[in-house]
């Protein structure tokens, strides 16, 4: 798996070189990135987290978005069968997957949910 590091501004959302440190446009400092040569369908997703509720697991998927880790929520069977949200069945359930390489990542970030 062939990787790229490059530099990302966390708020124009635009790539740099690896470096250029500061944002020419916003004047803020540029974060790590990688970009994976993978394509999606060769990614090995893990599972990280189970939720009960649709909620937790958005919140969840927005605090790996705004650190730059890549998501897919699943839902259980008995959701997608009845096309009801999780959080309304009784034991109802959604699963956080992340990339293999960005699990340990993920679990550190998301460590106060995974209580």
Known sequence: MEKIDLKYCPECHTEFKPQVEIC????VTLVNVKISKE????IKWVQVK???GKLF?????????NNHIPYFLKSDWLSV?????????????IKLFVPEDSQTSAEN??????D
């Open 24 to 27: 020419s446009d916003c004047n």
């Open 39 to 42: 394509p999606l369908a060769e």
């Open 81 to 93: 069968s009845h096309i009801v949200s999780a959080a309304t069945i009784p034991g109802g359930s």
């Open 57 to 65: 697991a958005e919140m969840a998927g927005e605090i790996l978005t």
């Open 109 to 114: 970030i998301l460590m106060d949910l995974m």
């Open 50 to 52: 189970e939720f009960s």
